[in-house]
């Protein structure tokens, strides 16, 4: 008995010592198995570098605490909402820049909530939306959740809500951009829009009325090639009353060519002339050889009726010529008659 009882304790001290030592080993290095710096990026504390890789999407196992991502120089053509597949909570800067993305597809950063700084400069996008930044989440108190985008969605069962990424900086200069989402300045933490040196050339003014509501908001917007037309008043006199563009002193024209390099503030409303495209010439030149045609083929429609009833049209007309002949000759025979009856009528009242 005393045998089976030492050994019992001793198995019993074996396995504490196993589990002692696997909760160490889980302390120690599960942490760092958990924080690799994923291959082959370059890792400095919270920050991760992949400069000039030749990758063609982004790594997939960036650190849980990372707080920097540096990712340039690459073939990334698109990011998707698995371009993040897990949270990074601590992640307040993203510089994509120089990837040659040309899309991004909705909630694409939706898990990098308190992401504050995105650079997607020196890309080949033509268009953003607002979308990329959303993200559902199930909602436990929504009086405390201070990024709702949107009404409460409930699918039946849970009550979802629609939520936005704080980003306060976007920059989003040096790509295709031709177009102004009015939505993407719906985002109340955005502070500075950086849209130099896209492909814009005149906002609309609903994007302009959007812009006024935000009191906070700077953009940039130098170096777009301005179309210099009357359909740019509304902008330039916002322009000119506006401080929401800090470089608003350094947009010029592009076209005409009449006002190339010419600054937009220093164009009078008179030199603003509506004229019409390449494009638009050529079709207005095409509906008036179109319409040219219709024309003579409707002329010629209209011979060929009058020669197939020439006859009918010939004793047409002489029957014209007969009353009117007729007519002519009741009145010659009355005036030979009496040349005035008017006369005749107050000699026969006067003998009366």
Not at 22 to 35: E, H, I, N, R, S
Not at 213 to 240: K, T
Request: aromatic share 8%.
């Amino acid at each position: 008995m005393r045998v089976s009882g030492t050994r019992l304790l001793s198995d019993w001290r074996h396995v504490i010592t196993q589990k002692l030592c696997l909760v160490l080993f889980l302390k120690v290095f599960a942490p760092a198995l958990c924080q690799a710096c994923p291959d082959p990026c370059q890792c400095n504390e919270t920050a991760v570098r992949c400069e000039n890789q030749g990758l063609f999407a982004l790594p997939q196992a960036f650190p849980r605490d990372v707080k920097y991502i540096l990712v340039t120089g690459n073939n990334i053509s698109d990011l998707t909402n698995k371009s993040f597949p897990t949270v990074l909570e601590q992640l307040t800067k993203l510089l994509l820049p120089g990837n040659n993305i040309e899309q991004i597809g909705p909630e694409a950063f939706g898990k990098l909530p308190n992401l504050n700084f995105l650079d997607l400069s020196n890309n080949k996008l033509r268009m953003f939306s607002p979308e990329v930044f959303f993200s559902k989440k199930l909602m436990l108190n929504p009086s405390s959740n201070k990024s709702v985008y949107s009404s409460p969605q409930n699918d039946g069962n849970n009550t979802w809500q629609v939520v936005a990424v704080q980003v306060s900086t976007l920059n989003l200069s040096n790509n295709n951009l031709f177009f102004l989402d009015k939505t993407l300045l719906s985002l109340a933490s955005l502070r500075l829009l950086d849209l130099r040196s896209n492909a814009l050339k005149v906002l609309q003014n609903s994007t302009l009325a959007a812009l006024s509501q935000c009191p906070d908001l700077q953009v940039l917007l130098a170096g777009n090639p301005w179309l210099c037309d009357c359909n740019i008043e509304d902008f330039l006199s916002w322009l000119r009353e506006s401080d929401r563009v800090p470089d608003k002193f350094n947009l010029s024209c592009l076209s005409p060519k009449e006002l190339q390099d010419v600054t937009l503030l220093q164009i009078n409303r008179s030199e603003l002339q509506c004229v019409f495209s390449s494009g638009m010439k050529g079709v207005l030149e095409t509906s008036y050889v179109f319409l040219g045609m219709v024309l003579a083929f409707i002329g010629l429609i209209f011979l060929l009726v009058l020669y197939l009833n020439r006859k009918g049209i010939k004793r047409w007309l002489y029957n014209i010529r007969d009353a009117c002949r007729d007519h002519m000759e009741g009145y010659h025979y009355r005036f030979e008659v009496s040349p005035d009856p008017r006369l005749d009528q107050l000699c026969m009242n006067s003998e009366a």
